[in-house]
């Protein structure tokens, strides 16, 4: 079995995030750019199945511009096997990454697709879903847990009330959530390994997936910022600010 | 907020003012391209930053343990070490025959500033194995190589070096530990002192390279052999034997790197312990000094890596803390102490250093990598000859100045940095190593005034010299008022350092050279700390996709051009003038 990971270079962790000047995003000139956290979860999980024996291959795939190759050799680095790189410098919305990873499943056919739930720029949270939507395979998302169980996997999910088991057939796509596993450090040998390892990049038009969504981004704005604390006298005035001032009771 | 590498700045450092092209266009280094070279970096980062930052404190206020069984490292550390070892990073530089990567000593310095600045006790025990393991590559038999080399780079077996002993300490021809013929073996006896990590609980095995005296041996340093002595005998099929006679019978209670335990080490308190020859008889100090320059690299790279921890530490603190309506504040919003013109110096000092510091290091490790590697063999002795000259600079000024600057860390703390909770006393204490182990600063400058310029006749400095005028004369075509105070600046500093090269090669009595030989060092540090911030502003006028970046490094370089450099001026006249009052007053008038 091969599994299919989508890894998506972001802006770093670290970095406070900035608004550029016209407003049309996110500056990313110049700051420092790293694999989504949670794809690296993801990446981790497709390891762990491979380390236990229940698949042969681990592809990583990223869309994106050129510089995205740095986030597949991460992926390399970590021990995934091959990657493919479907190159654009255009904004990417959920359904065409879900399109694009469709035609990429349509020529490896993976018995599993691994995704992170959400990449930390847009905070999307779609690209599991619409994958499951346009093929018809089955999808279990928000995963902390997954195990092989018969043919098909037993995947433990958060859900607000609490855990909540599913089974799947296969093939599935499944989203990860922060507790599913702890990624590794990349070992130095293999981010030497990592170099030699077969990396292939698609362009966009090659693949004839139109990445249009209908989907316009425009404008993009700081968070109002926060104002300090206050503390109360009396649960009365708290009552009468709750109420006059910020109106929510 | 914990330690976060400065792999941008290293990588510019490296890349494009040392000039990481050089490097990996030579025989057997092909493989460090910037772009591997930068996926290590960050993979470091990301180790030193998320799993040694943390333990830094921890290591600080548990310390390492002694007990009759052994020592015990701080909580974590284990954990950490095994980890460190997995992940291959105590390789990185070995020889690929055993285990290792092979990568030049540029790319291993930049990756070790991270193990420092983020924990320098931790540090201490590749970087001690590491220098175990050079001096068994160089010079132990294969048999000897064979059984333990593998074992040291895999990190299982960690390495130490003994050296002092009470009476022997900069004076190594005192050493009294002895070595007895026993068979295919020796049983030495003896006590060493001052040991780092002799004893500990992260590894299955410790190697200690022991300095002895056979029974035969001449008087001084010429009777000195060197062994290998292991805590745990090693048996013939490379599995742990029999505990040998060798135990720490203490630790020591210490200004800083409280988490590195320093050992006292007794040899023989039974039968022996038992100790094979490395190399030839009467021959360790020698085999000792090979390996010196590598191992004084390391621990100026500690002096800067520090002084970059308490940067990052001091340079959030100036953001966050307010004090006063400040002058630089652009708004009532804006008034940390950063906006304070003073603070805003110590910090522009604590950072330019520190990338001068770096980059010094950086160029004298690359002048070692070309002179391993060169295919001429003319480029290959000139770089050993610029590798050795640059080393003594490295360990004495890098560690002084480090040291200087987390005073200053401490200092942009206000009383908050006298307290040990901020956590920036803690870098000042343990810098305050840094300019006493592997030689002190006064043994530095005696080896920069002897070894390296008296006796080849300062043909190493005015190499040195001739090069750093080059430099000048490309700041002087550009039309940059910046650049143009950096060539004046390092000009006269440049002038100064010759002339008071040439006063040191004259003079016939030794006493007035030893007087300012530190002083002349820091003169060395400085220009030549000048000279790559000067490389370095120029490589930045070529950078065109981030002028923010470029012109903050044109700034850095400018301010230590006009802060530290005339400093260089005065050294020339304290080391040539000073000299006579520094030793004229009777000692029973002291």
Redesign the interface.
């Known amino acids: 079995m091969k599994v299919l990971v989508a890894v998506k270079r972001v802006l770093d962790y670290?970095v406070k995030a900035r608004v550029k000047a016209d407003k049309s995003g996110i500056e990313l000139?110049?700051v420092?750019m790293?694999m989504n956290p949670f794809d690296e979860i993801a990446i981790e999980e497709a390891l762990r199945i491979k380390e236990a024996g229940k698949a042969e291959e681990v592809i990583a795939v990223s869309i994106g511009p050129s510089q995205s190759q740095?986030t597949i050799?991460?992926a390399l680095?970590m021990g995934a096997d091959r990657g493919i790189l479907i190159e654009t410098d255009d904004e990417v919305q959920p359904l065409a990454v879900a399109k694009l990873l469709k035609h990429v499943a349509e020529k490896e056919e993976p018995g599993l697709l691994i995704v992170g739930k959400q990449a930390i720029d847009d905070d999307a949270n779609q690209t599991g879903q619409m994958y499951s939507a346009i093929t018809g395979w089955p999808q279990a998302t928000f995963a902390s847990k997954v195990e092989f169980e018969g043919d098909g996997l037993k995947v433990t999910r958060e859900v607000d009330s609490g855990l909540e088991s599913i089974q799947v057939a296969m093939p599935a796509v499944i989203t990860t959530d922060l507790r599913l596993n702890e990624p590794r450090?990349?070992?130095?040998?293999n981010?030497?390994k990592?170099?030699k390892k077969p990396l292939e990049v698609i362009a966009l038009a090659d693949t004839g997936v139109s990445i249009e969504t209908g989907l316009k981004t425009v404008e993009v704005n700081e968070p109002e910022e926060r104002e300090a604390g206050i503390i109360v006298k009396s649960v009365d005035e708290l009552v009468d600010r709750l109420r006059n001032e910020a109106k929510v009771i | 907020m914990t330690y976060q590498a400065p792999v941008r700045e290293i990588e510019f450092m490296l890349n494009k003012v040392v000039g990481l092209d050089q490097i990996n266009s030579l025989p057997g280094f092909e493989e460090a391209t910037e772009d591997l070279v930068g996926a290590i970096l960050e993979e470091s980062s990301k180790f030193c930053g998320e799993v040694l930052a943390p333990l830094n404190r921890v290591g600080d206020v548990q310390g390492s343990v002694w007990s009759e069984d052994g020592v015990t490292t701080p909580d974590g550390w284990q954990d950490a070490y095994q980890q460190f070892c997995e992940n291959g990073w105590g390789a990185l530089s070995f020889p690929t025959q055993y285990g290792g990567q092979g990568l030049p000593m540029s790319v291993s310095a930049a990756v070790q500033e991270m193990w420092h600045a983020s924990n320098m006790s931790f540090g201490l025990c590749p970087l001690l194995t590491q220098g175990a393991v050079d001096a068994l590559h160089h010079h132990a038999s294969d048999e000897l190589k064979d059984i333990y080399i593998s074992k040291m780079v895999e990190g299982t077996w960690t390495g130490t070096m003994n050296l002092t002993e009470p009476q022997a300490g900069t004076d190594l021809a005192a050493v009294r530990t002895s070595a007895e013929p026993d068979g295919d073996h020796y049983r030495i006896k003896g006590q060493k002192i001052y040991i780092t990590y002799g004893e500990h609980d992260l590894s299955e095995n410790i190697v200690h390279l022991v300095l002895a005296r056979l029974p035969d041996a001449p008087p001084g340093v010429k009777g000195i052999s060197l062994f290998v002595v292991p805590k745990f005998l090693v048996n013939a099929d490379g599995s742990i034997g029999e505990r040998n006679d060798v135990k720490c019978v203490s630790i020591e209670h210490k200004l800083g790197i409280n988490a590195s335990p320093t050992c006292v080490m007794s040899y023989g308190d039974n039968d022996g312990a038992i100790g094979y020859l490395v190399g030839k008889e009467h021959h360790g100090l020698m085999y000792m000094f090979t390996m010196m320059n590598q191992a004084r690299h390391a621990v100026g790279v500690e002096g800067y890596a520090i002084a970059s921890g308490a940067y990052q530490k001091a340079l959030q603190y100036a953001k966050d803390r307010e004090q006063g309506k400040t002058l630089l504040g652009k708004s009532e919003d804006d008034q940390g102490i950063i906006n304070h013109p003073d603070v805003r110096r110590l910090l522009m000092s604590m950072r330019s250093g520190i990338d001068a510091m770096r980059g010094l290091s950086l160029e004298c490790a690359a002048s070692f990598d070309k002179a391993a590697s060169h295919p001429d063999q003319t480029q290959r002795e000139f770089f050993q000859r610029r590798g050795e000259l640059l080393t003594p600079l490295v360990k004495g000024w890098s560690t002084e100045f480090g040291l200087a600057l987390c005073s200053s860390g401490v200092q942009i703390h206000g009383g908050m940095g006298f307290v040990e909770e901020t956590g920036a006393a803690q870098y000042y204490r343990d810098a305050r190593i840094t300019t006493i182990y592997e030689g002190t600063t006064a043994i530095q400058a005696n080896d920069l005034i002897g070894r390296k310029t008296a006796r080849d006749g300062g043909q190493g400095m005015s190499e040195l010299i001739a090069d750093i005028r080059v430099t000048i004369d490309e700041l002087g075509k550009s039309n940059r008022v910046e650049l143009q105070v950096i060539a004046r600046n390092l000009a006269s500093a440049v002038d100064a350092l010759e002339e008071t090269t040439q006063w040191m090669l004259e003079q016939e009595n030794a006493v007035l050279p030893a007087a300012g030989s530190v002083d002349y060092l820091m003169m060395g540090g400085r220009t030549v700390g000048g000279w790559l911030m000067a490389r370095s502003a120029l490589a930045a006028t070529g950078i065109t996709d981030d002028t923010e970046f470029a012109e903050a490094q044109i700034a850095l370089a400018r301010f230590f051009a006009e802060h530290e450099l005339p400093i260089v001026d005065a050294g020339r006249q304290l080391v040539i003038e000073g000299g006579e009052s520094t030793v004229s007053v009777p000692v029973h008038m002291l």
């Open positions: 670290n000139a110049n420092k790293s740095e050799r991460t680095a450090y990349a070992k130095l040998p981010i030497m990592a170099k």
